[in-house]
């Protein structure tokens, strides 16, 4: 049986462009894009914290060291620059790859640096 579990994520990227008629896409920054273990032309999940939107599209690279989050086509309707999203890769495996399998979690700061990252979340409390 295979399972679908979160592969990497950038948690609370702010989005620093909106393309329109840009070939449809999210452009992130390419050291961004290795730190959460992500590639070039991969599925991605857009959730907009700040409207709630959520929404597919996939990556392609943008300038490493740059901070660049911008959303391009028809995801620049869905966003407004500043707002805070989390982009998430998802990836299926057995049961056996899953036990053994950690996520690459990247926190970023309001400007994009690197908060922190991680391969676990902590247990939610009351």
Partial sequence: MQITLLKGKLHMASVTQAELWYDGSCAIDSDLVKLAGLREFEQIDIYNVDNGERFHTYVILAEAGSGTISMNGAAA???QVG???IIAAYAQMDEAEANNFLPKLVYCHKDNTVERTAN???VQKD
């Fill in 77 to 79: 309707r869905k966003v």
């Fill in 83 to 85: 707002d805070r999203v």
């Fill in 120 to 122: 676990t979340i902590p």
